[in-house]
Protein backbone atom coordinates (compact mmCIF):
# COMPACT_ATOMS: atom_id res chain seq x y z
CA UNK A 1 0.00 0.00 0.00
CA UNK A 2 1.37 3.48 -0.62
CA UNK A 3 -0.35 4.87 2.10
CA UNK A 4 -0.71 3.84 6.20
CA UNK A 5 -4.35 2.15 5.93
CA UNK A 6 -7.02 3.16 8.19
CA UNK A 7 -10.02 1.32 7.45
CA UNK A 8 -10.81 -2.35 6.55
CA UNK A 9 -14.28 -3.21 5.58
CA UNK A 10 -15.31 -6.53 5.95
CA UNK A 11 -17.78 -8.28 3.43
CA UNK A 12 -18.98 -11.79 2.82
CA UNK A 13 -17.69 -14.16 0.07
CA UNK A 14 -20.44 -15.32 -0.86
CA UNK A 15 -22.39 -12.07 -2.01
CA UNK A 16 -20.10 -11.57 -5.01
CA UNK A 17 -22.69 -8.15 -5.49
CA UNK A 18 -22.22 -6.85 -2.34
CA UNK A 19 -18.59 -7.26 -2.96
CA UNK A 20 -18.30 -5.30 -5.71
CA UNK A 21 -20.37 -2.46 -3.79
CA UNK A 22 -17.56 -2.75 -1.01
CA UNK A 23 -14.64 -2.02 -3.47
CA UNK A 24 -15.93 1.20 -4.35
CA UNK A 25 -17.22 2.47 -0.66
CA UNK A 26 -13.99 4.03 -0.02
CA UNK A 27 -12.04 1.79 2.53
CA UNK A 28 -8.33 1.26 2.56
CA UNK A 29 -8.75 -2.38 2.15
CA UNK A 30 -11.48 -5.04 1.85
CA UNK A 31 -11.90 -8.38 3.46
CA UNK A 32 -13.23 -11.24 1.99
CA UNK A 33 -14.76 -13.09 4.70
CA UNK A 34 -15.49 -16.64 3.72
CA UNK A 35 -15.59 -17.65 7.73
CA UNK A 36 -18.17 -16.23 10.15
CA UNK A 37 -19.92 -13.98 7.79
CA UNK A 38 -20.50 -17.62 5.45
CA UNK A 39 -22.57 -20.28 6.60
CA UNK A 40 -21.33 -24.22 6.44
CA UNK A 41 -23.71 -24.77 3.23
CA UNK A 42 -22.00 -21.53 1.30
CA UNK A 43 -18.85 -21.97 2.19
CA UNK A 44 -17.78 -23.63 -1.28
CA UNK A 45 -19.35 -21.05 -3.15
CA UNK A 46 -17.90 -18.53 -1.37
CA UNK A 47 -14.64 -19.68 -1.80
CA UNK A 48 -15.23 -19.97 -5.88
CA UNK A 49 -16.63 -17.25 -6.50
CA UNK A 50 -13.83 -15.64 -4.84
CA UNK A 51 -11.39 -16.80 -6.28
CA UNK A 52 -12.54 -16.06 -9.47
CA UNK A 53 -12.96 -12.31 -8.29
CA UNK A 54 -9.49 -12.17 -7.56
CA UNK A 55 -8.04 -13.78 -10.77
CA UNK A 56 -7.63 -10.07 -11.93
CA UNK A 57 -6.42 -6.87 -10.20
CA UNK A 58 -8.56 -4.69 -7.91
CA UNK A 59 -8.64 -1.19 -7.48
CA UNK A 60 -7.93 -1.22 -3.35
CA UNK A 61 -6.11 -4.17 -1.61
CA UNK A 62 -8.77 -6.85 -0.91
CA UNK A 63 -7.56 -9.50 1.96
CA UNK A 64 -9.36 -12.47 2.43
CA UNK A 65 -10.27 -14.25 5.90
CA UNK A 66 -9.89 -17.74 5.48
CA UNK A 67 -11.61 -20.32 7.51
CA UNK A 68 -10.21 -21.31 10.84
CA UNK A 69 -6.86 -22.92 10.09
CA UNK A 70 -7.71 -26.30 12.05
CA UNK A 71 -10.89 -26.96 10.34
CA UNK A 72 -12.00 -28.68 7.90
CA UNK A 73 -12.03 -25.88 4.81
CA UNK A 74 -9.30 -23.94 5.19
CA UNK A 75 -6.81 -26.11 3.46
CA UNK A 76 -9.39 -25.67 0.47
CA UNK A 77 -9.65 -21.89 1.04
CA UNK A 78 -5.95 -22.18 0.56
CA UNK A 79 -5.16 -24.11 -2.36
CA UNK A 80 -8.12 -21.99 -4.43
CA UNK A 81 -6.42 -18.63 -3.42
CA UNK A 82 -2.94 -19.24 -4.09
CA UNK A 83 -1.49 -17.25 -6.33
CA UNK A 84 -4.26 -14.75 -7.66
CA UNK A 85 -3.07 -11.67 -8.67
CA UNK A 86 -5.62 -9.75 -7.26
CA UNK A 87 -4.87 -11.31 -3.91
CA UNK A 88 -3.12 -8.77 -1.50
CA UNK A 89 -2.83 -10.53 2.40
CA UNK A 90 -4.67 -13.88 4.34
CA UNK A 91 -6.32 -12.86 7.08
CA UNK A 92 -6.00 -15.67 9.68
CA UNK A 93 -8.76 -15.79 12.46
CA UNK A 94 -8.28 -17.98 15.58
CA UNK A 95 -4.60 -18.39 15.61
CA UNK A 96 -3.09 -19.81 18.89
CA UNK A 97 0.80 -21.36 17.52
CA UNK A 98 3.66 -19.77 15.90
CA UNK A 99 3.73 -23.15 13.89
CA UNK A 100 0.32 -22.54 12.02
CA UNK A 101 1.44 -19.47 10.67
CA UNK A 102 4.71 -20.66 9.49
CA UNK A 103 2.73 -23.85 7.93
CA UNK A 104 0.84 -20.70 6.06
CA UNK A 105 3.73 -18.89 5.00
CA UNK A 106 5.36 -21.76 3.61
CA UNK A 107 2.51 -22.85 1.79
CA UNK A 108 1.22 -19.84 0.03
CA UNK A 109 3.76 -16.75 -0.27
CA UNK A 110 1.61 -13.53 0.44
CA UNK A 111 1.29 -11.29 3.52
CA UNK A 112 -0.63 -12.66 6.02
CA UNK A 113 -2.18 -11.37 9.10
CA UNK A 114 -3.03 -13.23 11.64
CA UNK A 115 -6.26 -12.62 14.52
CA UNK A 116 -5.84 -13.39 18.02
CA UNK A 117 -9.59 -14.78 19.60
CA UNK A 118 -8.38 -16.63 22.79
CA UNK A 119 -6.81 -16.70 25.68
CA UNK A 120 -4.37 -19.01 24.27
CA UNK A 121 -3.80 -16.98 21.15
CA UNK A 122 -3.08 -13.41 23.59
CA UNK A 123 -0.93 -15.69 25.62
CA UNK A 124 1.48 -16.20 22.34
CA UNK A 125 0.86 -12.89 20.83
CA UNK A 126 4.19 -11.91 20.94
CA UNK A 127 5.67 -15.68 19.54
CA UNK A 128 2.98 -15.30 16.53
CA UNK A 129 3.94 -11.66 15.66
CA UNK A 130 7.18 -12.92 15.04
CA UNK A 131 6.61 -16.23 13.74
CA UNK A 132 7.15 -15.72 9.64
CA UNK A 133 8.85 -12.67 7.92
CA UNK A 134 5.50 -12.84 6.32
CA UNK A 135 3.84 -11.93 8.81
CA UNK A 136 2.56 -8.41 8.74
CA UNK A 137 -0.02 -7.95 11.39
CA UNK A 138 -1.64 -9.18 14.68
CA UNK A 139 -5.60 -8.01 15.62
CA UNK A 140 -7.95 -9.30 17.74
CA UNK A 141 -11.21 -10.54 17.37
CA UNK A 142 -12.90 -9.80 20.01
CA UNK A 143 -16.26 -11.28 20.01
CA UNK A 144 -14.74 -14.64 20.19
CA UNK A 145 -12.09 -13.73 22.83
CA UNK A 146 -14.85 -12.09 25.31
CA UNK A 147 -16.74 -15.94 25.05
CA UNK A 148 -13.35 -17.28 25.30
CA UNK A 149 -12.85 -15.24 28.53
CA UNK A 150 -16.57 -14.59 29.94
CA UNK A 151 -15.57 -11.03 29.22
CA UNK A 152 -19.24 -8.92 29.84
CA UNK A 153 -18.11 -5.08 30.21
CA UNK A 154 -15.80 -3.49 27.78
CA UNK A 155 -12.76 -2.65 30.20
CA UNK A 156 -12.32 -6.54 30.52
CA UNK A 157 -10.83 -6.55 27.17
CA UNK A 158 -8.53 -3.53 27.61
CA UNK A 159 -5.34 -5.47 29.09
CA UNK A 160 -5.48 -7.88 25.92
CA UNK A 161 -5.92 -5.41 23.71
CA UNK A 162 -2.40 -3.79 25.26
CA UNK A 163 -0.98 -6.79 24.92
CA UNK A 164 -1.42 -7.44 21.32
CA UNK A 165 -0.26 -4.00 20.87
CA UNK A 166 3.19 -3.63 22.82
CA UNK A 167 3.79 -7.39 20.53
CA UNK A 168 2.95 -5.95 17.67
CA UNK A 169 5.59 -3.27 18.37
CA UNK A 170 8.11 -5.42 20.12
CA UNK A 171 8.24 -7.86 16.88
CA UNK A 172 8.36 -4.60 14.96
CA UNK A 173 5.02 -4.58 13.23
CA UNK A 174 2.09 -1.45 12.62
CA UNK A 175 0.30 -0.76 15.34
CA UNK A 176 -3.17 -3.72 15.52
CA UNK A 177 -6.53 -2.00 13.96
CA UNK A 178 -9.53 -1.98 16.66
CA UNK A 179 -11.95 -5.31 15.80
CA UNK A 180 -15.68 -4.65 14.11
CA UNK A 181 -18.21 -2.42 16.24
CA UNK A 182 -21.25 -4.69 15.92
CA UNK A 183 -23.74 -2.10 15.64
CA UNK A 184 -23.95 -0.37 12.57
CA UNK A 185 -26.44 1.86 13.36
CA UNK A 186 -24.45 3.40 16.34
CA UNK A 187 -22.10 5.95 14.96
CA UNK A 188 -21.76 7.88 18.18
CA UNK A 189 -20.71 4.31 20.11
CA UNK A 190 -18.22 3.61 17.30
CA UNK A 191 -16.45 7.40 17.12
CA UNK A 192 -16.00 7.04 21.28
CA UNK A 193 -14.99 3.08 21.08
CA UNK A 194 -12.18 4.24 18.25
CA UNK A 195 -10.90 7.24 20.38
CA UNK A 196 -10.51 4.51 23.24
CA UNK A 197 -8.71 2.61 20.91
CA UNK A 198 -6.71 5.26 19.81
CA UNK A 199 -5.87 6.28 23.26
CA UNK A 200 -4.63 2.58 23.52
CA UNK A 201 -2.07 2.59 20.98
CA UNK A 202 -4.75 1.39 18.22
CA UNK A 203 -4.40 2.70 14.51
CA UNK A 204 -7.49 2.43 12.27
CA UNK A 205 -10.08 0.22 13.05
CA UNK A 206 -12.47 -2.83 11.01
CA UNK A 207 -15.51 -2.01 9.33
CA UNK A 208 -19.02 -4.09 8.62
CA UNK A 209 -20.74 -1.44 6.68
CA UNK A 210 -19.10 1.42 4.80
CA UNK A 211 -21.20 4.35 6.66
CA UNK A 212 -18.77 3.23 9.02
CA UNK A 213 -15.71 4.23 7.50
CA UNK A 214 -15.70 8.03 7.75
CA UNK A 215 -16.13 7.42 11.33
CA UNK A 216 -12.76 5.54 11.73
CA UNK A 217 -11.41 7.92 9.75
CA UNK A 218 -12.11 11.17 11.81
CA UNK A 219 -11.65 8.90 14.69
CA UNK A 220 -7.47 8.03 13.66
CA UNK A 221 -6.69 11.03 11.73
CA UNK A 222 -4.92 13.71 13.54
CA UNK A 223 -6.88 17.00 14.65
CA UNK A 224 -6.29 20.16 13.41
CA UNK A 225 -4.74 20.83 17.08
CA UNK A 226 -2.65 17.72 17.23
CA UNK A 227 -0.84 18.84 13.78
CA UNK A 228 -0.49 22.46 14.93
CA UNK A 229 1.49 20.78 18.13
CA UNK A 230 3.59 18.93 16.16
CA UNK A 231 4.16 21.00 13.56
CA UNK A 232 5.41 23.20 16.43
CA UNK A 233 7.20 20.69 18.06
CA UNK A 234 9.43 20.02 15.04
CA UNK A 235 10.15 23.23 14.40
CA UNK A 236 11.28 23.81 17.60
CA UNK A 237 13.50 20.89 17.55
CA UNK A 238 15.09 21.76 13.83
CA UNK A 239 16.20 25.22 15.80
CA UNK A 240 17.39 23.64 18.96
CA UNK A 241 18.89 19.94 19.52
CA UNK A 242 18.01 18.38 22.56
CA UNK A 243 15.69 18.79 25.55
CA UNK A 244 13.94 21.94 25.49
CA UNK A 245 10.61 23.65 26.86
CA UNK A 246 8.49 25.50 24.01
CA UNK A 247 7.02 28.67 25.19
CA UNK A 248 3.47 27.46 26.38
CA UNK A 249 5.85 25.27 29.17
CA UNK A 250 5.63 21.95 27.55
CA UNK A 251 8.82 19.86 27.59
CA UNK A 252 10.02 18.43 24.28
CA UNK A 253 12.59 15.47 24.04
CA UNK A 254 13.40 12.74 21.57
CA UNK A 255 10.43 10.78 22.34
CA UNK A 256 7.92 14.41 21.59
CA UNK A 257 9.88 14.95 18.47
CA UNK A 258 9.61 11.13 17.21
CA UNK A 259 5.71 11.35 17.90
CA UNK A 260 5.74 14.64 16.46
CA UNK A 261 6.85 12.69 13.29
CA UNK A 262 4.41 10.07 13.59
CA UNK A 263 1.31 12.36 13.52
CA UNK A 264 2.87 14.34 10.60
CA UNK A 265 3.40 11.24 8.60
CA UNK A 266 -0.05 9.95 9.43
CA UNK A 267 -1.96 13.29 8.58
CA UNK A 268 -0.61 12.76 5.08
CA UNK A 269 -1.37 8.88 5.43
CA UNK A 270 2.28 8.55 4.38
Not at 2 to 25: E, S
Not at 46 to 59: D, I, K, N, V
Not at 160 to 165: A, G
Not at 178 to 192: E, K, M, N, S, W
Request: hydrophobic share 45%; net charge negative.
Amino acid sequence: MTRTPLTWLYVPGDRPHVVAKALAAGADVVVVDLEDAVAPDRKGYAREATAELLTEAQPVPVHVRVNALDGPWAAADLTALAGLRGLSGLRLPKVTSPDQVRQVAVATPVPLYALLESALGIEHAYAIATAHPALRGIALGEADLRADLGVRGDAGLDWPRSRVIVAARAAGLAPPSQTVHPDIRDLDGLAASCAHGRALGFLGRAAIHPRQLPVIERAYLPTEAEIEHAETVIKAASANEGAQALPDGRFIDAAVVAMARRTLSLAGRG
